[in-house]
Every structure is written in C-alpha cells, then in structure tokens.
C-alpha cells in the first residue's frame, strides 16, 4: 500500500506532514511521488484565499480516480478544515472524501483510517475547542536531514485583523521544556546538525505556564547547552514580544543561529493599528538597533504586506522607508489577500491594480538591496552547513545568518560544517568554494 502527502503551507505543516507520515507507515504504507497511491492526505493551508483555492481544485481532480478506484482514500486535514463550517462545506461539494480531520486532532488520522478500512465508516471530525491539550512524544518519519524541526508551541492568541490562524489553531500552548530538551538531545545524538524550533510567535513560549517556570530565553539558553557540534533557528518572532533578554541569550552563545525572522508587516504606524499588530515603527526600528548592536553580522529577514484595507499612498512610501532603513536580508513580500472570518475582509478593500504597483516596487527595492549585502560577502570565509546537492552535482548550504550559499564539493559533506569562501555573489545568491582556512 502507498501514501501520498500533499503539504501546502508554513514549515509548521512541513513538519506536521513528517508526523502524517509516520501515522501511515505505522499502518504499513510506503511513501511514493507517482500516482499509485492507496491514500492521499492534502496537509492544507488557509491563510490566503489563494491557497485554498489551489487545493480545492486539486481535490476535484480525484472525482474521476476515485470514481475508477473506490477503495482509495482521501483524507483532507489541517488548517483549512478547521475553519467554521468547512468540514461540512467539503462533505456536501466533494462527497467522495473519506476523512477530514482539523489541525489540532491529527493523532486521530489512524484510527479514521482503521475505522474506514474495518467498518466502512468515514470520519469527519473538527473539534470546536480551542485550547486542546498539547500532546507530548510525538513520532516523526523525518524527511529534512540534517535539518530538523521541533515545534516547542502551538496556536496564536494575537489575532492580528488580517489572520485566521487563531481561529483554526487555537489559543497558545507550550510545550514542556523538558519535552522540548529531549527531543532535541535525542536529534543531536542522531545526527541533526540543525533544529529550527517552530511556533506562531515562539516569544510568547512559556506565557501559558501559570508557574512561569520558564520563558524563550531560557528556554534558548538551555538548548544551547546541549553538548555537540549543532545549531538552533526559531521562527517566527512577533515584534511586540522579541525583548532584549532574547536578544542578549542568542548573541551569547555560538549554537544559537544569528538569524531572526521579525515580520514588521507594514511600515505605516496607521496600517499597524489597523492590523493589531501592537508595535510602531518607532518600536520596530528600536528592536532592530539593539540586534545589530549586540550582534552586527545578524541575519534580519522580514514579511511585509502591501495593499491592506486603507493603505494610502504615504503609508505605502512608510513601508518602503523602514526597508531602506533596516536593509533587510531577505523579505518575503505579498499582496493582502481577503480571508473571511476575519475583520480585516469586511473593511474597504484597494484596487488590485494598485495592490499590484506597489508590490513590484517593493520587491525591486528589496531586490536590489539584497544585491548590495550580498556584495558584502565576497572576499570573506564563512562557516556553513552542507545540506544538499543540487542536480548539477554543485553542493549548497546555509551561513549561520542564514544565506544560502552554492560551492562544489563531495556528496559525503552533506550534513557536515564547511569553511566555505564566498567568491561571487549574484543577487540573493552567494558562490564559493572550500577552504581550510577559518
């Protein structure tokens, strides 16, 4: 029998998938790319309307295969069936689905499959609560070595105007940090040389704790004592709770990444207001000093919106001051996309084709900043871990900040650190070669 995972989405549904996997197999399924599969899960995302739209017509391509195969399953899980009313909306326009499961009771995705294959019973099943208890000891079949990933939260309590995820995730939960501490020994004893810790807003870690045992800080500064030769990322920080206690936790110890993800949105204190963001310009830009004071070589990547209800022309050329300012290493950019359900799609929406202006003049700023740090790298030696081979048999790789690097060298280095020299730079892209020298 054979499986096949179709993942849309954030590296939290990434990861998530690699915990599906591992369900499936326990049941004696195999992995395949082809379309010979006895059941596929679509992993979904609802974030934009995009997305979701996306999926859909994927899952009405399989009418027909269902139709020549009745003993296929089709499960659809995650963050768009958890939305109010979905379950039921996918069960009346696509009856053939078998399964649908929320974000929060994936642990329930092998007894559904049992069920179904014993008692011909299909299961829809989305819970409405929205502070399920956090299941510890969680198996995964691992698919990113020597990367790996590590949820140490679930859920969102910001509900910033433009954004479902509270309302299909739920409220924050923590994880037990001595879960957290094992699970990422046991990776690093194994071999991982890389553990991206992954939340909504992985700041607010430890807030639910009504002892207050321990916050991100400290939690980051525990990982880090983990004897061996690795490091730690997080993602993703929310302004309004990056301090400077992190700040200083992270530019002490070499194993943690200087690397931070900080979404600022949008550059416009009007805009932040409307979208709950919690935070100024004025806030961000001051978050943004005490990284770079304490750590001049850290990485700063950004999400930036364009196009939200209300978005004036100066509050457009706001956003495009704070990137001229921060000089961010990356950014990804998108235009505001309606979701219902959330405040921000019942305001008076912009044009598209004012939406569309914006975002390319944004990226051609990025872009051309991105062109300049990356010139900044020629000529210097960096320490990067060997990730995987492209097909042209050249190797690539990431810098502790975070850029991605193409060098040649031996498959064997995969999964290794590799003093690599920078020699060409060309845009967001860094070339190299190895080095003994540090």
């Known amino acids: 029998m054979h499986y096949k995972i179709n993942t849309y989405g954030c590296q939290m549904n990434v990861h998530e998938s690699e915990r599906i996997a591992h369900s499936l197999e326990k049941l004696g399924y195999t992995e395949t790319k082809e379309d010979n599969f006895d059941i596929i899960v679509f992993n979904t995302c609802c974030i934009r309307d995009t997305a979701e739209q996306k999926i859909l017509g994927h899952i009405g ?23 109010k009313g979905k379950a039921e909306e996918l069960r009346s326009k696509y009856p053939y689905i078998d399964i649908i499961l929320g974000a929060n ?13 014993n008692n011909h019973k299909k299961t829809f099943l989305t819970p409405d609560d929205d502070k399920p208890q956090v299941i510890e000891d969680v198996e995964y079949t691992r698919t990113s070595m020597p990367n790996a990933w590590v949820n140490i939260m679930y859920g969102c309590n910001n509900f910033c105007t433009y954004c479902i995820v509270p309302y299909v995730r739920g409220r924050e939960r923590s994880r037990k940090p001595e879960s957290i501490i094992a699970e990422c020994t046991e990776l690093i004893n194994q071999g991982y040389k890389e553990i991206t810790l992954l939340g ?35 993602m993703t920080s929310h302004p309004k709770d990056l301090n400077e206690k992190v700040i200083d936790i992270i530019a002490k110890y070499d194993t943690l990444c200087k690397n931070i993800h900080l979404p600022i949105q949008s ?11 919690h935070y100024t310009r004025d806030k961000y830009l001051e978050i943004v000093k005490k990284i770079r004071e304490k750590m001049p070589l850290c990485g700063i990547t950004t999400d930036i919106m364009v196009g939200f209800p209300g978005e004036s022309e100066r509050d457009f050329e706001d956003t495009l001051d704070i990137v001229k300012q921060v000089k961010f290493s990356g950014a990804f950019t998108y235009i505001y996309s309606p979701r ?3 405040p921000a799609s019942l305001m008076e929406q912009i044009p598209y084709e004012i939406k569309s202006q914006r975002i390319q003049k944004l990226i051609k700023t990025q872009n051309q900043i991105t062109k300049e740090l990356s010139k900044n790298y020629e000529g210097k030696i960096y320490r990067v871990l060997v990730e ?8 690539c790789g990431r810098t502790d900040c975070g850029r991605l690097v193409t060098f ?7 999964g290794s650190f590799k003093n690599v020299l920078i020699t ?6 860094l070339f190299g070669e190895i080095t003994e020298e540090k």
């Open 340 to 342: 219902k359900g959330t």
């Open 388 to 395: 995987d081979a492209k097909d042209d048999g050249k190797l």
């Open 408 to 414: 040649s060298g031996d498959k064997a280095f995969i």
């Open 200 to 234: 909504q807003n992985v700041n607010s870690y430890g807030n639910d704790f009504e002892d207050k045992r321990i916050d991100f800080a400290g939690l980051l500064e525990r990982l880090a004592q983990i004897p061996g030769d690795h490091r730690i990322r997080f």
């Open 424 to 429: 060409k730079s060309q845009s967001a892209s």
């Open 267 to 277: 550059g416009s204190n009007n805009i932040l207001t409307a979208m709950n963001r």
């Open 61 to 83: 391509k399989l009418k027909k295969i269902k139709r020549a195969n009745p003993k296929l399953i089709i499960a659809i899980v995650g963050c768009m069936s958890s939305q």
């Open 105 to 117: 009771n994936l642990e329930d995705l092998e007894n559904a499959i049992l069920n179904l294959q």
